[in-house]
């Protein structure tokens, strides 16, 4: 078997030139197919991060609300019931909307998402937000997230050099105190973080009593299942419980039905696997040619159809490993650039390396399948 | 024939069996089916002996190749019994063809070796039809045998950094490397000059005798004829067998 493989491997490398434009068309399917997943997969992470910050053990949310990006209210009296129940620690309410942010140095106004969630003890994974709860209790102040797009302004320097900045929001004079990573998507291009009290005075308009997140925290210990029965009878049709996973699964879903990024990068990761799979039968395919007079003559002095096609086969299966490498490399790189373009972060991840090493597999075995048919007809006769 | 006479490297004697080497009998060969069909070999009776050393000739075109294929299994019978050391190739199956190449050495009128394996490589390759040989041994005939057809110092080399006659001389290591029962030399002499000719095919003789192996050897070249032990003549696919 080393044996076979070291035949392959020599012919396969005879021709160093060949070697790099054969593995160079891997390369090209290997990091389409890891850019197009991972922006897929990127997309849709970022688009569920503020679901998956959630901590509460059990949310509510309005029956109508299909994103929590665009929620419907209702009433936090509903919340407030229950409260009560023995197994439940505490309830917190959280409102969010969209609010026109002006960029104080162009003195232009862009939409931008806005959460009103208690800071003392917030029932969301905001890193570092409790810590300013002090000075978010205090009227019109409030933080920004520090992976905010560029077009809400230098915010960051700007808060690194003078600790505050002072902007309107829903023209209303507003106190920016710090930042914190949190991270946007294609749902939003900004997030801004403050006190239910704050929220309220940027929207006067809008009613204190219908809330558009509600964070339930049970005790410890306690049937997360079975309180669910009881209290769900409580809320009647009016609002719905559920749990934290339960609404990560239907952000995740609304965002593949709604946007078509599931589809768009979908397909992308599959027009590679099948320009790999050209250029890789392509290549074998001409390589097989050119050596079908040795091909011929090995099987002339008795090599078996199976030691000369598991040559072939070998042959695929290096292309895909010299092929993968650097296309793995350099989709780790992109994925750099894209963040940096994109202001969404991009990671690789294990389960994505290790399927794309797989597809890489599997296109070049299934080039190697078509290529060696020539293999197979070969005639031994024909080298006399 | 065993296993331990094929393992040992001291010269044997060839051993005269009663059974022959090659044997056929009424042997008619022809190309194409119905109305495209060309008969190319016509009743052919002869046989090789153990030890042996036979050259083809006649024309081109009289089906010395085509004879040539069939002994070694690469082409399928047509009528007739041809009897390639004791198989019965007119009744073989596919397996039994394959398994009746790896006794046979090659020897092609291009050298045909792995442009892609050095000399050494090229010899080597023979023994992975060889198993049950290990791995030292492998390396250690090959070195040998090399040696023996002149190119110790060539040993790493690629065929395309050799001569005409070094390749050649490289496709006879490979072919007689693993002591196969029998030798099919395809016009060895066709692609080199006359001097270069002659080494190789005396090379050829030499191994021959020393490991006993009889020879079938296609030629057009007279200048090689005197070391044959018998001349079988073709014509228009019918033998007309020349004794020396």
């Known amino acids: 078997m080393w044996d076979t493989f070291l035949i392959a491997w020599r012919q396969l490398s005879y021709q160093r030139m060949k070697l790099v434009v054969a593995c160079a068309g891997v390369v090209v399917a290997v990091m389409l197919m890891l850019v197009q997943l991972g922006i897929r997969e990127g997309a849709l992470e970022n688009s569920i991060a503020i679901a998956a910050k959630v901590q509460a053990d059990l949310v509510v949310i309005s029956p109508r609300t299909k994103t929590i990006f665009q929620s419907t209210q209702f009433p936090r009296r509903l919340l407030m019931r229950l409260a009560g129940h023995p197994a439940v620690d505490y309830v917190q309410e959280m409102y969010m909307s969209q609010a026109r942010w002006r960029n104080p140095w162009e003195f232009r106004e862009h939409p931008i998402a806005v959460f009103g969630v208690d800071p003392r003890s917030p029932l969301i994974d905001f890193p570092g937000y409790s810590r300013m709860a002090s000075e978010l209790l205090l009227p019109d102040r409030l933080i920004f997230d520090r992976n905010n797009r560029v077009t809400y302004g230098p915010v960051r320097e700007h808060l690194a050099a003078e600790g505050y900045l002072e902007t309107e929001i829903n023209h209303r004079r507003v106190r920016v105190i710090g930042s914190i990573p949190v991270g946007i998507s294609i749902v939003s291009d900004g997030n801004l973080f403050l006190a239910p009290a704050n929220f309220l005075r940027l929207f006067p308009q809008r009613n204190p009593g219908a809330i558009d997140l509600g964070l339930i925290r049970l005790k410890p210990g306690a049937d997360r299942e079975a309180v669910v029965q009881d209290l769900r009878p409580l809320l009647g049709a009016e609002a719905r419980l559920m749990t934290r996973e339960e609404l990560v699964d239907s952000e995740s879903r609304f965002v593949r039905e709604s946007a078509p990024i599931d589809f768009i990068f979908g397909m992308g990761a599959v027009v590679g696997f099948f320009i790999g799979f050209v250029v890789v039968y392509q290549i074998l395919y001409t390589e097989v040619t050119n050596h079908l007079p040795q091909f011929a003559t090995m099987k002339a002095m008795g090599f078996s159809d199976r030691t000369l096609l598991s040559i072939v086969y070998y042959q695929g299966l290096l292309l895909s490993v010299l092929g993968y490498i650097p296309g793995f490399f350099l989709a780790l790189w992109l994925y750099t650039v894209a963040t940096r373009a994109i202001q969404m972060p991009f990671s690789m991840t294990w389960n994505r390396g290790i399927s794309v090493f797989l597809l890489t597999v599997v296109m070049c075995l299934l080039s190697a399948t078509i290529a060696l048919q020539k293999v197979r007809r070969v005639d031994p006769a024909d080298v006399f | ?244």
Request: proline fraction near 5%.
């Open chain 2, 1 to 244: 024939m065993s296993s331990d006479l094929r393992a040992s490297t001291a010269a044997t004697t060839p051993s005269r069996d009663p059974v022959p080497v090659i044997e056929a009998h009424d042997l008619c060969f022809a190309f194409g089916l119905g109305e495209l069909r060309r008969q190319v070999l016509f009743d052919l009776n002869f046989e090789v002996k153990s030890g042996e050393i036979v050259l083809l000739t006649g024309p081109s075109g009289s089906g010395k190749t085509t004879l040539l294929t069939l002994i070694g299994g690469l082409r399928r019978v047509t009528e007739g019994e041809l009897t390639v050391l004791g198989r019965p190739l007119h009744q073989a199956t596919t397996a039994d063809l394959t398994a009746n190449r790896r006794d046979i050495g090659f020897i092609f009128q291009q050298h045909n070796l792995l442009e892609f394996l050095s000399a050494r490589q090229n010899v080597e390759l023979m023994f992975q039809l060889h198993p049950e040989v290990a791995p030292e041994t492998v390396r250690q005939k090959a070195v040998e045998i090399l040696t023996l057809v002149g190119l110790a110092e060539r040993l790493d080399y690629h065929p395309s950094r050799l001569s005409g006659g070094q390749r050649q001389r490289v496709a006879i290591a490979r072919a007689l490397v693993t002591q196969p029962r029998l030798v099919l030399a395809d016009e060895p002499t066709a692609a080199l000059d006359s001097a270069t000719g002659r080494d190789v095919v005396e090379l050829l003789q030499y191994l021959a005798r020393t490991n006993g192996c009889p020879i079938l050897m296609v030629t057009h070249d007279n200048r090689v004829l005197d070391i044959a032990d018998r001349i079988l003549n073709i014509e228009d696919g019918r033998l007309r067998t020349v004794d020396k």
